[in-house]
């Protein structure tokens, strides 16, 4: 994993997702080598960074203009540009002019979540997934149903971290704000 400190990031942007958080993305996934894959809402790119390593194709959309340069310089940093292709536009959108794909990552939907979920189960892959990670409480719950009435194979974790800063008394742990991560397989 690229660690946390090694990203540019932007006031307008939100992310990189925490390392450790990409660590279980990246798992639940099973990303493999020939795949596509769609990350809507790239943000600052921590996702879309470690998918492009692991794939053959990313697809990294973003309505925020600021948040695709954001992710586009971090690609040039880690050299990785090569591997993505950058779309400025909302997910429903974006969804129409891709083909096929073998994960969705959904890191902000900003409300369209069911109407994503069910456009793009339509394109997933057999055996694909639609991963959806989330700070709020009801978006899981939407995931979650929305999935079940497509007969997906689903997974909830909820996540908190703490990490730990080493004072001169101790090593003092700060807690992160929780995240739940969804997957749904088809
Ligand atoms: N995973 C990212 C952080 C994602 S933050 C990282 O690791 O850096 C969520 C992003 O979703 C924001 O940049 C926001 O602009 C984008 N977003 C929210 N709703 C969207 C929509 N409907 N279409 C496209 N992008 C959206």
């Keep these: ?12 942007v939100p992310g990189p997702t925490k390392e450790e958080i990409r660590c279980l993305v990246m798992c639940k ?9 769609v990350d809507i809402g790239c943000g600052t ?3 879309t960074l470690e998918f492009a390593k692991k794939s053959s ?14 992710t586009e310089k971090n690609l040039k940093k880690h050299d990785l540009d090569k591997k993505v292709q950058i779309i ?11 083909e096929a794909f073998d994960i969705l990552m959904i890191g902000g939907s900003g409300g369209d979540l069911p109407l994503l979920i069910e456009e793009s189960y339509q ?11 989330s700070i709020l409480l009801e978006t899981p719950v939407e995931a979650v149903r929305t999935m079940q009435k497509l007969h997906m194979d689903i997974d909830v974790i909820d996540v908190s971290i703490s ?4 004072l001169e008394r101790g090593t003092m742990m700060f807690a992160k704000n929780p995240i739940t ?3 749904g397989k088809k």
């Design 1 to 12: 994993m690229i660690p946390d400190d090694e990203f540019i990031t932007h006031k307008n």
């Design 29 to 37: 996934s099973k990303v493999s080598s020939n795949d596509i894959v």
């Design 45 to 47: 790119g921590g996702l």
């Design 57 to 70: 194709l990313v697809y990294a959309v973003d309505k925020n203009l600021d948040a695709l340069n954001t």
């Design 88 to 98: 400025h536009s909302d997910a429903l959108e974006a969804l129409k002019n891709i």
């Design 123 to 133: 394109k997933l892959r057999k055996n694909g997934k639609i991963i959806v990670t």
């Design 163 to 166: 990490k730990g800063r080493i």
């Design 181 to 183: 991560i969804v997957t």
